[in-house]
């Protein structure tokens, strides 16, 4: 079974640019989660999706994030403009069921100069 | 709110056997994760606790009291490559599936 995909691997920008980050989930997950890890925290909720319709998305700052889960599979994540406090890691996870294993990607570590 | 506590750092030495605790507090309870984190990677999938008692697995034992909201994580034998961060995090929204993390404990392992 393969794992949830993410790109780019590492991104560095210059801060008020723009940034998108690509997930696709393990085959037939429905829910999808956007983690921002920040270095030395843990991960916190961004936006979880239920197939393409939003489940939480109380903790993305609207203002500049942004996420979309076209036609339930693949999501993608944009910040703009992105800021320097943006630097961090963000690991997108899917899960199956309800109490189900949450699978990890490997992440995309974000440096805004 | 939602809220998860345990202890930022911890140090212990190989060979020993360490405890970390972990606290919460949410809306509805599907169960409770442990998950191990390198530094640089993504977390990985240590136990999960749904029922009250203790799950044993290898040298990682986990402990679940939903009445308390506590569980630990229970590492034995430890050896370097157990230097880590440990994350706990509560399943909870019932059927929304929400997951939640707390900040995670640097665990380090000393010769």
């Known amino acids: 079974e393969a794992g949830v995909a993410q790109s780019p691997r590492y991104k560095i920008i210059e801060k008020r640019q723009s940034v998108a980050f690509w997930c696709n989930p393990i085959s037939g997950h429905a829910t999808l989660y956007w983690y921002q890890q920040i270095l030395g925290q843990g991960p916190k909720l961004l936006i979880q999706?239920?197939?393409?319709?939003?489940?939480?998305d109380s903790q993305l700052p609207k203002d500049r994030f942004s996420a979309e889960r076209l036609k339930g599979v693949d999501s993608t994540l944009k910040i703009q403009p992105a800021k320097l406090e943006d630097s961090a890691v963000y690991l997108c996870?899917?899960?199956?069921?309800?109490?189900?294993?949450?699978?990890f990607g490997s992440g995309t570590r974000l440096t805004v100069v | 709110g939602q809220n998860i506590d345990q202890p930022t750092e911890m140090t212990a030495t190989e060979g020993a056997i360490v405890q970390i605790n972990c606290t919460y507090q949410?809306?509805?309870?599907?169960?409770l994760f442990w998950y191990q984190q390198h530094a640089g990677e993504a977390p990985t999938f240590l136990s999960y606790?749904?029922?009250?008692g203790l799950e044993e697995k290898g040298r990682f034992s986990s402990f679940l009291s939903r009445s308390k909201g506590y569980s630990y994580l229970l590492l034995k034998e430890l050896q370097m490559k157990d230097s880590a961060s440990y994350l706990c995090?509560?399943?909870?929204?019932?059927?929304?599936?929400?997951?939640?993390f707390g900040t995670g404990t640097l665990l380090a392992v000393q010769p």
């Open positions: 606790n749904v029922l009250d």
């Open positions: 996870a899917s899960s199956l069921v309800r109490g189900g294993g949450y699978t």
């Open positions: 999706f239920q197939n393409n319709g939003v489940v939480d």
């Open positions: 949410t809306s509805g309870f599907n169960g």
């Open positions: 995090a509560v399943n909870y929204g019932g059927a929304t599936n929400k997951l939640i």
